[in-house]
């Protein structure tokens, strides 16, 4: 609804205008004034889209006031009424930015069209402006993404006359969401608004792909305590399908490519621990007391053996490391019988046994400290390090076989816990070795895939992008055309025009 100011020393013809325009379709809220000087203070109180004025007024002219308006206003649009007399008048009034005028006694045919032309100018000036708005959004989430993936020092440099990096710089943190099924390619804006109306965070939201949403935070607060809030909330109202990961803290936009990797990281502990929901950096997944600590600790490194997950076996030798100097309340016997255990579990899965595991368990009773046997798990674990390198052919004939698997069947809905089925790993350990051998996750390379098809069947056919969704994996085209938009930098169609920006043409703007 626009607003109109009407200034006039005459009441009866504020009256008169105000009578014009309540006869129009369009609702207006209509203010008043009966000179320049009770304008002016109007106009520093309120917002007004266009002003009606008067030229000959007590305390202020119409000059004047128009001059003054503009200063106070810089957007507003002006008309000015004057007599047949008046025209010097209305040429200072048109240089001072009066945009048009209305002859005395107003014509109302003429006040009419006046009204109508100031109307469809603000419109479409509003409409391009949130075009302008929308596009300056996207291009910074288009960039933001890209610089997440891959980004920088010398990236920022690259990119900084397109977005304002200094923005980035408020960035304090990253929450990552994950649904089991293709919850956001249906339902990404409706999760969108309710969340936004239940934490009453400022937020940006960058989509991942079907199964996946990033949070980015733009104040500072317990990340711990907000992801899980939003943990619990998901679950409770879209069902109980969602996995949450939460990130440490962010000082600087410098900072922001090495959080989200270890945010995917983080995120992949769902596929050793089914049961839960949240993962947090730096916490074992239960609340361990003191006492449990030995126990709990070479229990998870036990599994993490058997399951092959070098990631975390380092991750819980780090904190096991960290916290040598707690281990004086266990006693000694203790202490190496169960680390004992564990180095067994280490021979067992290198199949190593015999005279050499004998000795490794009496060299382990032989220690004078914790920090030796420390030394030796370290040294175990470099080992079985170096046996997966060795089994390096099998891991790419595994990771060739899942890719071709891709390429062959984008069209169909695809999961890393099918594609780890298909070559007969462990979820976790096949997103590990993936990631290993192509330097990127395997939900980033199945919607690399698809979107390098959706290219190829916009420029080498003439199939509609309803077909070209489906074919590539959609089911939903609204977010297929968002989808290729934030990973080529423009729509299908422009890019069917050869109109793109990004990566491989930067400098072309939407």
Same mark, same amino acid.
């Given at each position: 609804?626009?607003?109109i ?6 009441k ?11 006869q129009r ?14 304008a ?5 109180k ?10 000959k007024m ?7 006031? #128009?001059?003054?308006?503009?200063e106070?206003?810089? *957007?507003?649009?002006m008309? /000015?009424? =004057?007599?047949?007399g008046? !025209? @010097?008048?209305a ?5 001072a930015?009066?945009e048009?005028y ?7 045919k003429?006040f009419?069209?006046?009204?109508s032309?100031?109307?469809?100018h ?6 391009q402006?949130?075009?302008?708005r ?21 990236y ?6 397109? #977005? ?7 960035? *304090?943190?990253?929450?990552? /969401?994950e =649904?089991?099924?293709?919850? !956001? @390619?249906e ?12 934490v ?16 980015v935070?733009?104040d500072?607060?317990d ?21 949450v ?7 600087g ?5 090495g959080?989200f990797q ?10 050793y621990?089914?049961?839960r ?5 730096g ?8 006492d ?5 600790i ?10 092959d997950?070098?990631v975390?076996?380092?991750?819980h ?8 100097g ?20 280490f021979?067992v ?6 005279k ?12 004078r400290s914790?920090?030796?046997v420390?030394?030796?798990?370290e ?6 390090e ?7 052919s ?5 990771v ?6 891709i ?12 594609l ?9 350990y ?9 330097g990127e996750?395997?939900?980033h ?15 080498q056919t003439n199939?509609?992008i ?9 089911s939903?085209v609204s977010?297929f ?5 934030e ?6 169609e422009?890019?069917?025009k ?12 939407l």
């Open positions: 609804m626009l607003t100011l009407i200034v006039d020393d005459e009866l013809e504020r009256r008169g205008i105000r009578f014009l325009l309540e379709e369009e609702e207006f809220e209509i203010l008043e004034a009966p000179n320049g000087k009770a002016c203070d109007i106009l520093m309120r917002s007004v889209d266009i002003l009606f004025t008067d030229i007590p305390y202020m002219d119409g000059i004047e006031l #128009v001059k003054r308006a503009r106070l206003c810089p *957007r507003i649009e008309v /000015i009424f =004057s007599g047949y008046e !025209f @010097e008048y040429r200072q009034a048109m240089q930015g009066v048009s209305v002859l005395k006694p107003v014509d109302p003429e009419h069209a006046t009204i032309k100031l109307a469809e603000i419109g479409k000036r509003e409409e402006e949130q075009r302008n929308e596009n300056q959004d996207f291009r910074n989430e288009y960039f933001l993404k890209r610089y997440l993936y891959q980004g920088n020092q010398e920022l440099q690259r990119i900084s006359d397109k #977005v304002s990096v200094e923005d980035w710089n408020r960035i *304090r943190g990253l929450i990552l /969401i =649904s089991e099924d293709n919850f !956001f @390619e339902s990404e804006e409706a999760f969108i608004r309710k969340l936004s109306g239940e009453h965070q400022r937020m940006m939201f960058l989509n991942q792909g079907q199964r996946q949403e990033l949070c935070l733009c500072s607060c990340l711990a305590v907000l992801a899980q809030h939003i943990c619990e909330w998901i679950n409770r109202v879209f069902g109980e399908k969602f996995y990961a939460a990130g440490s803290p962010i000082a936009c410098g900072e922001l490519p959080a270890k945010l995917e990281l983080l995120m992949e502990n769902k596929f621990q089914k049961d929901r949240l993962f947090l950096p916490k074992t997944p239960e609340e361990v007391s003191a449990q600590f030995l126990d709990d070479l229990r998870r490194m036990t599994e993490n053996i058997r399951q997950d070098m975390h076996l380092w991750e030798f780090q904190i096991l490391r960290a916290n040598l707690n281990l004086s309340q266990y006693s000694l016997i203790y202490t190496k019988f169960m680390f004992s255990n564990l180095i067994r579990e021979y899965h290198l199949d190593i046994g015999g050499r595991l004998q000795a490794a368990i009496q060299q382990v009773y032989e220690f914790v920090q030796e420390a030394e030796m798990i040294s175990l674990i470099a080992d079985m170096r046996h997966m390198e060795d089994q390096g099998a891991s790419r004939d595994e060739a076989r899942a890719k071709s698997y390429y062959a069947h984008y069209g169909e809905d695809i999961s890393v816990e099918m780890a089925d298909l070559v007969y790993l462990s979820p976790g096949f997103s590990y070795i993936f990631k290993k051998k192509t996750n395997v939900s390379f199945i919607r690399a895939c698809r979107m390098e098809k959706a290219k190829e069947l916009l420029t199939k509609k309803v077909q070209i969704c489906e074919e590539t994996g959609f939903n977010y055309c968002r989808s290729f938009r990973y080529c930098g423009c729509s299908p422009k890019y069917r050869g109109e793109a920006f990004g990566e491989q043409g930067e400098g072309k703007i």
